[in-house]
Structures are given as structure tokens and as C-alpha cells.
């Protein structure tokens, strides 16, 4: 048997990449580029889901990329939220002042996206509050294109 000298580091790896989301996220980010929210609605149930999938989560039909998309609204209700001390975009234990973390579900659909809440005091936060999506003045196409919500 031989010996191997092993070294182990402590820290974080950055990995960056990139790949395709598919053609119904494609329609998505292309309309975030442009500030708008769309979602797609399931031929049999009718529910409307942001961000769109191909497949209903309540009825398992299939739902067709070139037809059932519906323009939303830049509004929504809280659905639940969490308040935490600790930075929330990169691994480690660092500590920050209170961020509020939001699923918000869009008005005019079933299901909800989790971002951050914006200038709302912890103290004020109540599910079902009505909020607003704040967006990045320069938009790429991305899910940063929306920088959270503000209180509606």
C-alpha cells in the first residue's frame, strides 16, 4: 500500500456556469427583461402558475408551450415570510441586519415566489398584506430583474 499526502482546505467554491431553463422559462426571463410577469395557465384546472411549467402540479396535464400564457400584474399578496439575521445569497455564517424573505403569490395566479421584501419594518409584516414588485432599473433577462417587494 502506498501513502498519499491528502491536503484539505476549509472555504467556499465558486462554480460559475451557465445553462438553458427550457422553452417555457425562456418566455419567462424574456419577459422580466421587459418587466413584465407572465405565467402559464393549465388547459383542464386552470391554474395559473408563475414562474410557468410544462406540467400542472395540481392535475398533471401537460400544458401546451405555444398557447394558455397569461400577462400578470406587478402585484401580489404575501403568502408567508421569514425573518433572519443571516445573509441569504452566499454560504457561511455571516450576520446581517433583519432581511424578510416573502413567498408572494402574483395576482392572477395559484402559486407563489420567494424574494425579498423591501423598506417593510419586520414589525409590520402581516400575511395577506398586498405588495409590489420593485425591479432592477437594468434588466438582463434573469431573476435578479426583480430586486423584491415593497409594501403595495
Known amino acids: 500500500m ?11 467554491v465558486r462554480a460559475e456556469f451557465n445553462f438553458w431553463v427550457g422553452k417555457y422559462m425562456d418566455k419567462f426571463y424574456d419577459n422580466l427583461e421587459n418587466k413584465k410577469i407572465v405565467g402559464n395557465k393549465c388547459p383542464k384546472c386552470s391554474d395559473v402558475f408563475v414562474p410557468p411549467r410544462q406540467v400542472c402540479g395540481k392535475c398533471n396535464e401537460t400544458i401546451p408551450l405555444e398557447q394558455n400564457w397569461v400577462d400578470l400584474t406587478d402585484t401580489g399578496t404575501l403568502k408567508n415570510y421569514t425573518i433572519t439575521k443571516w445573509k441569504i445569497t452566499e454560504r457561511g455564517s455571516r450576520k446581517v441586519k433583519d432581511s424578510i424573505i ?51
Open 2 to 12: 502506498t501513502e498519499q499526502n491528502v491536503v484539505t482546505n476549509k472555504g467556499m
Open 102 to 152: 416573502g413567498m408572494v403569490q402574483i395576482d392572477g395566479s395559484n402559486t407563489a415566489i420567494i424574494y425579498k421584501l423591501l423598506d417593510v419594518d419586520p414589525a409590520d409584516v402581516k400575511t395577506g398584506m398586498k405588495v409590489k414588485i420593485e425591479w432592477n432599473d437594468k434588466t438582463k433577462g434573469e431573476p435578479g430583474d426583480i430586486k423584491g417587494f415593497v409594501k403595495a
